[in-house]
C-alpha cells in the first residue's frame, strides 16, 4: 500500500516564528489533505491540495504531485497553533480510505 | 453548519465486554469511514461505507463490526474487548461532490480496563 512520510516528527517554535512541514508520500495520488489535531484531539481539515497551492490566512500548502510531496508553511506561528498536523493520502483510488502519515508535533511557545 | 456527531464521548468497558460506537455523519455525505487512533499514533483506518454498502476494509479485528443504517448514521460493534481496544476513536464523512474532504467527528475515548 501507498506509505506516508512526515517531517520533522516534532518542532518547538516561539510564537511568531515561521515553520514548513512535509509530508512525502510514496505513489501517485489524487487526492491529499492536511489536518490538525487539538490539544483536545480534534482533528480539523485545513487543506484538500491534490496539486497546486493555496493559501488560508497563515497557513498555506503546496503539493508537487509528479515529485510526490507536499509542505504546510504556518506563519506567525500562535500558541494555539500547537498540536499534531497530518497529511493523509489515498480517498476512492485506494479503495475508499485515508492513509495518515506519522504526524508533525508542533509546539507553539509564548 | 452541522458536523459529524459521534456518540458518546467517553466509554469504560471492561475486558470482555462489548461496546458500540454511533456516527451521525454530515447531511448528504455518501461515505462514513472509521479510524482508530491510539496514543501518541496516527489515525489507522478500519472500515468505510458508500452509499450504506461496505466500500473498504483496513487494519479492523474480526472481533469488530459496523454497518450504516437506512438513516446514514453508522455504528461500530465492539466485542470481546481487549486493553490494548483502548483508543480514540473516530468517524468522518465525505462527499464525493466535495472533493471527497473529510470531516471528523470528535471522537469516542474508550477505556477498556
Known amino acids: 500500500g501507498i506509505q506516508v512520510e512526515q517531517s520533522p516528527p516534532d518542532l518547538i517554535l516561539q510564537e511568531g516564528a515561521n515553520s514548513t512541514l512535509r509530508c512525502n508520500f510514496s505513489?501517485?495520488?489524487?487526492?491529499l489533505q492536511w489536518f490538525h489535531q487539538n490539544p483536545w484531539g480534534q482533528l480539523i481539515n485545513l487543506f484538500y491540495?491534490?496539486?497546486g497551492t493555496k493559501q488560508n490566512g497563515r497557513l498555506s500548502a503546496t503539493t508537487v504531485a509528479t515529485e510526490r510531496y507536499s509542505l504546510l508553511y504556518i506563519s506567525s506561528s500562535q500558541t494555539t497553533d500547537s498540536g499534531v498536523y497530518f497529511c493523509a493520502v489515498g480517498g476512492s483510488l485506494y479503495g475508499q480510505n485515508f492513509v495518515f502519515g506519522p504526524g508533525t508535533r508542533l509546539s507553539v511557545l509564548p | 453548519a452541522a458536523g459529524v456527531i459521534q456518540s458518546p464521548r467517553h466509554l469504560i468497558k471492561e475486558k470482555r465486554e462489548t461496546a458500540t460506537l454511533k456516527c451521525y455523519p454530515i447531511?448528504?455525505?455518501?461515505?462514513v469511514y472509521w479510524y482508530q487512533q491510539g496514543p501518541g499514533q496516527d489515525p489507522q483506518f478500519l472500515i468505510s461505507?458508500?452509499?450504506?454498502?461496505?466500500?473498504d476494509k483496513g487494519s479492523i479485528p474480526d472481533r469488530f463490526s459496523a454497518q450504516q443504517f437506512s438513516d446514514y448514521h453508522s455504528e461500530l460493534n465492539m466485542s470481546s474487548l481487549e486493553l490494548g481496544d483502548s483508543a480514540l476513536y473516530f468517524c468522518?464523512?465525505?462527499?464525493?461532490?466535495?472533493?471527497?474532504?473529510?470531516?471528523f467527528g470528535s471522537g469516542t475515548q474508550l477505556s477498556v480496563l
Open positions: 468522518a464523512s465525505s462527499s464525493d461532490r466535495d472533493n471527497e474532504k473529510l470531516f
Open positions: 461505507f458508500y452509499e450504506k454498502m461496505q466500500s
Open positions: 505513489d501517485s495520488v489524487n487526492n
Open positions: 447531511p448528504r455525505h455518501d461515505t
Open positions: 491540495i491534490p496539486s
